[in-house]
């Protein structure tokens, strides 16, 4: 058994153990249902459509500390997640007088301020059993730290998906403050998913045999898509190495890197016609000391209109963080 293939066993057996682990958290959580979607042309079941996970926004990366060592009840965990969504929708900012920032957006511009939340789970990562975010490793520290320090040295410094580059699988498909609605489009032998979030497509081909040489490195890996049942897997690698990349849950202030020995595993389960249960597996030793799944659901959301995401097309904020760090740093050194 080669390397590849052994990584690629040991991330199924894990992600197997995540689904077990999430479905004790929630009684209410299903395995696949006997739901049978429409089958394509080209065999692949029909996931076409826009799929939103703005229901996962109010659940926390990492369990509580209030669940660790034992299984909440679905009561238990119904009523923290509810807590939160409310605590989120009634926050009011009052800092103006005192903060040193512009403030942010009233609540009402993000889409999870007009939803109702979706109770899963008491946290989205589901391994470790802990559901905490392994440690990063030494070098993904430092390397932490150096983007603290120098994200404003110049355009190539700041994060890539402020740049409007890439915000990688992660910013792509976790939930997040807004643009959480996927739009799913199939030909035969492709998925396309493509996020509104920096107008960003993923094509990934199905049965489509091995991955490039691994020589050829791209922001969002190279995907490999297989369907087994209900449930679409896909497996990327030959990621391209970035220094400052957002990711979730990086301890602190500042992104970890993208390394190019990156792996990642994603499943989507239909659960019933309206329903996909999704989860992420990412494997980046030189990153994170041990490998770690996120689950959460997307919903069917046909209402959902994805716009056009200019990002910084007749937009000065690159100019102008820049521009206001060279102003900085002229105060210091005149001091």
Not at 37 to 51: H, K, R, Y
Not at 64 to 90: C, L, M, Y
Not at 206 to 228: M, V
Request: charged content about 20%; some cysteine; glycine content about 8%.
């Amino acid at each position: 058994m080669d390397n590849k293939l052994a990584n690629f066993m040991l991330l199924s057996v894990k992600l197997v153990l995540a689904t077990a682990f999430t479905i004790t958290l929630v009684t209410t959580v299903s395995a696949q249902s006997d739901w049978t979607p429409n089958i394509l042309s080209d065999g692949q079941p029909d996931i076409t459509g826009m799929w939103n996970n703005v229901g996962a926004t109010a659940t926390p990366l990492e369990l509580s500390d209030q669940f660790q060592g034992r299984v909440p009840s679905q009561e238990e965990v119904t009523e923290f997640i509810h807590a939160r969504d409310i605590a989120r929708k009634g926050a009011v900012w009052t800092g103006f007088e005192n903060s040193r920032g512009v403030g942010a957006y009233e609540n009402y511009w993000f889409d999870w301020f007009w939803k109702d939340t979706v109770v899963d789970a008491p946290a989205l990562i589901v391994d470790p059993p802990n559901g905490r975010r392994p440690a990063l490793t030494e070098e993904a520290k430092l390397a932490r730290a150096y983007n603290v320090a120098h994200e404003h040295d110049s355009a190539a410094t700041v994060e890539s998906g402020d740049r409007c580059l890439s915000r990688g699988v992660f910013g792509m498909m976790m939930p997040t403050a807004y643009n959480n609605g996927k739009l799913i489009v199939q030909s035969p032998g492709y998925v396309m998913i493509h996020s509104e979030m920096i107008h960003n497509a993923r094509i990934i081909p199905i049965d489509a045999g091995p991955h490039l040489d691994e020589r050829i490195t791209q922001w969002e890996g190279d995907p490999r898509g297989r369907w087994e049942g209900n449930t679409l897997i896909i497996e990327s690698t030959n990621f391209k190495y970035v220094p400052n990349m957002r990711a979730p849950g990086t301890g602190g202030p500042g992104n970890a890197p993208q390394h190019t020995g990156r792996k990642m595993v994603e499943t989507f389960t239909f659960v019933d016609e309206n329903t996909l249960r999704y989860t992420l597996t990412v494997d980046d030793p030189a990153t994170y000391t041990a490998p770690w799944t996120v689950a959460f659901p997307y919903k069917l959301d046909n209402e959902y209109r994805q716009y056009e995401y200019a990002c910084h097309e007749g937009n000065y904020a690159m100019d102008s963080r820049l521009s206001g760090a060279r102003v900085q740093e002229r105060g210091l050194q005149e001091r």
